[in-house]
């Protein structure tokens, strides 16, 4: 039944639907297996009532961010007082806006915003930033809702586009070290979604305009101060004078009274009030917010000189780590037994020093105490071997991650700040660091950490190793041009590493790019310069390696096309053998790219499609956490599109625009998929849909910067129809300006195809419209549309060409299924039977067009 109970588990799948996951992304992710996810899915299908999977997906958007994977810390203890300040916080958390809880350190803000986070109806989602170095607070947001950066969208554009128009709660914890971070992330949550409330905690006001400081002050002393000392050390709680002297010496301060407590039972009332008189003695009686800081600092000097030697030790050694830690990094940053550790870190967690993340296996020291601990280690001989032993836990953790075992993400998640902390300067980490954060879907950060990699490789030859793997990296969002002046500077460094093979295959690499993707350059790079480097490249290649062999079968093929964009049919061949021989599936499907190319420069449209189709069953061999993987997913899910457009198979063409809508890597590319993606709905009826799709297209291509504009004709083209054929001609004038400044750019393949969709559209409106024209036959990859469009408009004006017309239209659909029934249609306005075409159109999804064809049945039976 719709609108049924959907439970806790439903709940988390309808949660990565909305991420546009896949069954087995939220089988990994949720470590269930993917008959559980299906039956999972069949359940909300049927509880929310909707049709299919983009649908759940929406529903997802409209609900509240689930707070499972990161909503507010879960207490081990009680919390106590602030009835005020949780009664001030209620109304501001459900009106939208910027609220910041403000004051010194230890005072309790971390609890309290917790505390209010967990009281509100909306969801919450908690960023603890304490681990987090400058310029990553984007990342750590990034990582807790779940948005994912993508192809042309930048991280900060990923997270607004994740909260949409959502209600919830953002807590942005600890802000103090990060201010300008803070305060620019909290401007793009709320400009993201007016209905988003961001709260913050910080030392000081982010200065955010529109910001509503609560300031936190200690709790009162003659309540809420008591009754916390009393909840923590119930064995002391009936000395009432006690406890009031305690919190009086440590005016109010919650982490001062909490540390104080945790020694309680061990010292007892006179114990405790000897070790707190001496170290704090010179404080008595001062109130002062400075003073409070000092105050906070004794007590953490007071509770840590009442530890065992062994415990002093183990928490200055705790200070190296940036986020939480497990028992295993302890171990081995300590260099100690893991049952000594564990003994050792179960005495600190009792003396609040050390606070355990409920269910995960982790602690972590407050921000305070963590200060503390590191002052106490640089006090220590040991501190430059600890840190060198943490850098070394960093990269065989690192390594690890690179398994992309299950469970992976959450791992990395916790542990990216020491990640990114060790990898400061060490090659093994940062390199590691980079494939993590590519596969987590940090793209620019990966890129930077490859460019990094190259600067600390211990050797030329790593360089080159590193900068094959930028020049891969930077596809994911960039252009074949960066891409292509990467390759090159690792071919420099592989000459410099005396390594002749490697030099090959890196010239090879550039020589493909700039043969295969001309679009992606600024200005093309000269057959006679790419010649030249292929003939070096020959020259230093090893004929027993496959891989470079492979390489440069591909170089050869397009480099000797019979025009840019179009491979050599002689060497297309012998390039897929070659790439066959490695077993690389990216190798592979490039090869089969070549082969298209070929089937489609000499109009055997078919061939072409069942070759896309062959490079689409390669998809789940190929490694999505490699850099190279990005082009060549987002590119085989393109030429399926394409193929599939141009033998007029509608179903399949959306079919691949909404797996690379709904793909984690690939998803709201700005307009190579948006684009193809409005052509399909508009040739299916679509157009509400396409015309909401436009302005946002128009907008990635517009700030995409690529010169490769020609991808956009098509998609242009159909907005045409799209605003045409709603009623919208200042709108459809504007696109077809688009369309034609598109259609202009790229080589004369890309012109032909581009002027034959425009002659369809054009040639539809005339027939919608009832309009003269003076259209001509088209040729290129489209040109089925458009010669089928001009048979139909020629039978319905009476154009004395019909005879010629329809015969060429008559030899496409065979190959082309939308011609096909355009034929049908035109040869029913002859005959009057209307059922094969009614037929043929609903076959396609083509509402519109079936809906067209059924009035004009109507017609002809009046």
């Known amino acids: 039944m719709p609108n049924s109970p959907v439970s806790p588990r439903e709940e988390e799948v309808l949660v990565l639907l909305g991420e546009h996951l896949t069954n087995a992304q939220i089988a990994r992710r949720l470590h269930l297996s993917v008959r559980t996810v299906e039956n999972h899915v069949s359940a909300l299908l049927r509880k929310t009532g909707v049709p299919g999977r983009r649908e759940l997906a929406r529903v997802a958007a409209g609900r509240a961010v689930a707070t499972v994977p990161s ?6 203890t009680s919390f106590v007082g602030r009835a005020v300040e949780l009664d001030l916080l209620a109304p501001l958390l459900t009106g939208g806006g910027l609220v910041t809880l403000a004051g010194p350190g230890g005072v309790g803000k971390t609890r309290l915003a917790a505390a209010a986070a967990s009281s509100v109806a909306i969801g919450a989602v908690w960023v603890d930033l304490v681990p987090v170095r400058e310029g990553f607070a984007a990342q750590a947001v990034a990582a807790a809702l779940g948005a994912a950066e993508t192809p042309q969208l930048p991280l900060r554009e990923a997270i607004a586009a994740r909260l949409g128009a ?3 709660l953002l807590v942005l914890d600890n802000c103090e070290h990060l201010l300008d971070e803070a305060a620019s992330l909290a401007e793009l949550v709320l400009d993201a979604g007016p209905a988003a409330t961001v709260l913050a905690t910080s030392r000081e006001r982010l200065g955010v305009a529109g910001e509503r400081v609560v300031h936190v002050a200690p709790l009162p ?6 009754a916390l000392f009393s909840a923590r050390a119930p064995g002391l709680a009936g000395d009432l004078a006690l406890v009031a002297r305690v919190c009086s010496r440590l005016d109010g301060l919650p982490l001062a009274i909490e540390l104080a407590a945790a020694r309680g039972d061990s010292l007892g009332a006179v114990g405790l009030l000897a070790a707190l008189d001496d170290p704090l003695r010179l404080l008595s009686g001062a109130r002062g917010g400075q003073a409070r800081h000092r105050s906070l600092r004794e007590v953490i000097a007071w509770s840590h000189d009442l530890l065992a030697p062994a415990e002093q ?16 990094a302890v171990a081995a940053v300590c260099e100690e037994a893991p049952a000594t550790v564990a003994d050792l870190l179960g005495r600190l967690a009792d003396q609040s020093l050390i606070t355990a993340q409920p269910g995960t296996g982790r602690w972590r020291l407050l921000e305070a105490v963590r200060a503390f601990a590191a002052e106490r280690l640089d006090a220590r001989a040991e501190a430059a ?9 960093a990269r065989e953790a690192a390594i690890g991650l690179s398994a992309f075992a299950p469970g992976w993400r959450e791992v990395f998640d916790a542990l990216a700040a020491d990640l990114r902390e060790a990898a400061r300067g060490d090659h093994g980490t940062v390199r590691a660091l980079a494939r993590l954060t590519f596969a987590r879907r940090f793209l620019r950060e990966s890129f930077e950490h490859y460019l990094t990699a190259a600067r600390l490789a211990p050797s030329p030859m790593e360089a080159h190793t590193d900068l094959m793997d930028a020049a891969e990296a930077v596809f994911s969002f960039g252009h074949a041009e960066a891409s292509y002046r990467l390759l090159l500077d690792a071919a420099a460094a592989a000459r410099d590493a005396g390594a002749g093979n490697a030099e090959a295959a890196a010239l090879a690499a550039a020589v493909t790019t700039a043969g295969r993707l001309p679009s992606g350059f600024t200005e093309e790079i000269p057959y006679t310069e790419m010649r030249a480097m292929l003939t070096r490249a020959r020259s230093l290649a090893d004929p027993g390696d496959p891989l470079v062999t492979a390489r440069l079968a591909a170089a050869t093929t397009w480099t000797q096309g019979p025009a840019r964009l179009t491979a050599d049919a002689a060497t297309a061949s012998t390039a897929h053998e070659a790439a066959l021989a490695t077993g690389d599936p990216i190798l592979i499907s490039a090869a089969l790219d070549a082969l298209s190319s070929v089937a489609a420069h000499h109009g055997d449209l078919a061939e072409a ?5 062959r490079r689409l069953a390669l998809l789940p061999t190929i490694d999505r956490t490699r850099p190279a993987s990005a082009a060549e997913i987002l590119d085989i899910h393109l030429t399926a599109t394409q193929s599939a457009l141009a033998t007029g198979d509608l179903p399949a063409a959306r079919r691949n ?7 984690d890597l690939l998803k709201n590319h700005p307009y190579r998929a948006t684009s193809r993606h409005v052509a399909v709905l508009v040739l299916q009826g679509e157009l509400d849909e396409a015309v909401a799709l436009a302005p946002g297209l128009l907008d990635g291509w517009r700030r995409s910067g690529s010169p490769a504009a020609a991808w956009m004709s098509p998609g242009a083209s159909c907005l045409v129809l799209a605003h045409a054929l709603l009623g919208d001609e200042a709108s459809a004038a504007a696109w077809r300006r688009v369309a034609q400044t598109a259609g202009g750019h790229g080589s004369p393949g890309y012109a032909r195809n581009a002027a034959a969709f425009a002659t369809f559209v054009d040639a539809r409106l005339a027939l919608h419209t009832t309009t003269a024209h003076d259209l001509t036959p088209a040729s290129g990859r489209y040109a089925d549309y458009a010669n089928a469009a001009l ?19 008559e030899e496409s659909a065979p190959r082309n299924a939308w011609a096909a029934a355009t034929v049908l249609r035109a040869r029913a306005r002859l005959s009057g039977d209307y059922a094969r075409a009614v037929a043929a159109w609903d076959g396609l999804g083509a509402r519109f067009e079936a809906g067209y064809t059924r009035e004009l049945e109507s017609r002809a039976t009046r």
């Open 609 to 613: 499609d069942r070759l896309a189709r």
């Open 166 to 168: 959502r209600r919830l």
């Open 791 to 809: 048979a139909e408009l020629a039978v319905s004006t009476g154009d004395p060409r019909v005879p010629e017309l329809l015969a060429l239209a």
């Open 313 to 328: 030790v183990l928490l200055a050694r705790l200070s190296v780590f940036a986020g939480p830690f497990d028992l295993t």
């Open 657 to 663: 625009t909404e797996l690379i809508l709904d793909d």
């Open 385 to 393: 071997d600890v840190r060198t032993r943490h850098v070394s836990w």
């Open 71 to 76: 909503g507010p810390p879960t207490p081990r």
């Open 221 to 226: 002393l003659g309540s809420d101060a008591e």
